[in-house]
């Protein structure tokens, strides 16, 4: 799955070399969403926490499940997914 989010060769540098990379090129590779400086990490990742935690446990429930299916299913079983999960929030 590295691969995939890093490309091939990056990929294989890293396993090959066993080298780690940057919180900063772990964002500007996709690896990461979000980086703060270790002062501020836990504020701001309680913040995160809180604002998903805001949401409904159903939506996020069914947006987690979407997203990782999206990686291992063809573009219409994804369709065909996130259609059921949409109309499973109305049910």
């Known amino acids: 799955r590295l691969t995939r989010a ?3 060769s990056k ?3 890293m396993n090959l070399t066993g080298e780690f990379i940057t919180a900063q090129e772990a964002y500007a590779s996709g ?3 979000k980086v703060f400086p270790n002062d ?3 504020d701001e990742s309680l913040k995160i ?3 998903i935690a805001s949401k409904g446990a159903l939506a996020a ?4 499940e979407a997203v990782n299916a999206a990686e291992e ?3 219409q079983e994804g369709l065909r997914l996130e259609r059921r999960l949409f109309h ?3 049910a």
Do not use: D
């Not at 429930?61 to 987690?64: F, G, L, M, S, V």
């Open 6 to 8: 890093i490309g091939k």
């Open 11 to 13: 990929a294989m540098y």
């Open 31 to 33: 690896l990461a969403a």
């Open 40 to 42: 501020v990490l836990v």
């Open 49 to 51: 926490a809180k604002t």
């Open 61 to 64: 429930q069914a947006a987690k």
């Open 73 to 75: 299913v063809s573009l």
């Open 88 to 90: 499973s929030m109305f």
